[in-house]
């Protein structure tokens, strides 16, 4: 009986993770100590290091040929945009604060600098510029399948170059809590004239996507 009990109570799975959890602690040290000063959402301490599909975007983005001009929406603290190698990176995001410690992490890090500005994806006018890629990662869960193809369809036909693309991730396992919507990438592609090319698929179910104008990956 106590034998069980003590061995509940040292819960295994949580122990093989320890080094993992020690880790990803560790790389987020930094950003714990930014969050003091800007009180940012918890959620962006997470280290860009422990978040595999953020690489994978980073890689794909900047193996593009023409990398001219970037664009993150929700972007947060900017880890993804800000390793892209394009001559004009912008990052976009709804929440104030996290555009604040972006703007000043960019400014005192960074050579090549990203301009941060607030937008909301839902309810702020259409964008104007042209961009080699478009990225909406990790937050399209939190917006309806209706808007969002909406919002995919506009910047599609409005603001990518002939080569460009938009890359999102979609959360396929609907049982999953902390996820709202579970999106179809067919579905929020189905009116426009793409080409689909799965980047990877992640933890939680995630799969990211490329959505071109034309086939980038014969
Ligand atoms: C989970 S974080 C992902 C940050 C970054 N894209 C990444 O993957 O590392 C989601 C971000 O989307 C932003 N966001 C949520 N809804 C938004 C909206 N409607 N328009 C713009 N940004 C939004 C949040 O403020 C937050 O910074």
């Known amino acids: 009986m106590l034998q069980k009990k003590i061995i509940k ?3 295994l799975r949580r122990i093989r993770h320890l080094p993992t959890n020690i880790s990803k602690l560790y790389f987020s040290i930094p950003k ?3 969050r003091l000063f800007f009180k940012f959402n918890l959620w962006h301490i997470s280290s860009y290091r422990h978040r595999k599909y953020a690489i994978s975007i980073v890689k794909h983005a900047n193996a593009k040929e023409i990398r001219n001009k970037a664009l ?3 972007c947060g603290l900017g880890d ?3 390793r892209l190698d394009y001559n004009t990176k912008v990052g976009l995001d709804n ?3 996290v555009l604040k410690a972006a703007r000043f992490v960019s400014k005192v890090f ?5 301009d941060f500005n607030f937008y909301d994806l839902v309810n702020s006018d259409t964008l104007n510029e042209i961009y080699d890629v478009v990225l909406v990662p990790n937050f399209a869960h939190a917006i309806s399948s209706k808007i969002l193809k909406k919002k995919i369809e506009h910047i599609f036909l409005n603001n990518l170059s002939d080569s460009g693309e938009i890359i999102l991730d979609v959360i396929e396992d609907k049982n999953l809590q902390n996820y709202r919507n579970f999106h179809s990438v067919d579905y929020l ?3 426009i004239e793409c080409e689909i090319y799965k980047i990877g698929e992640f933890k939680h179910s995630r799969t990211i996507y490329s959505i071109s104008k034309k086939s980038n990956h014969l």
């Open 110 to 114: 960074d050579k090549n600098k990203t």
């Open 80 to 82: 993804i945009i800000r």
């Open 95 to 97: 929440d104030v604060q």
């Open 9 to 11: 109570n040292l819960n």
């Open 32 to 34: 714990i100590i930014l």
């Open 189 to 191: 592609s189905e009116s």
């Open 72 to 74: 993150e929406i929700g």
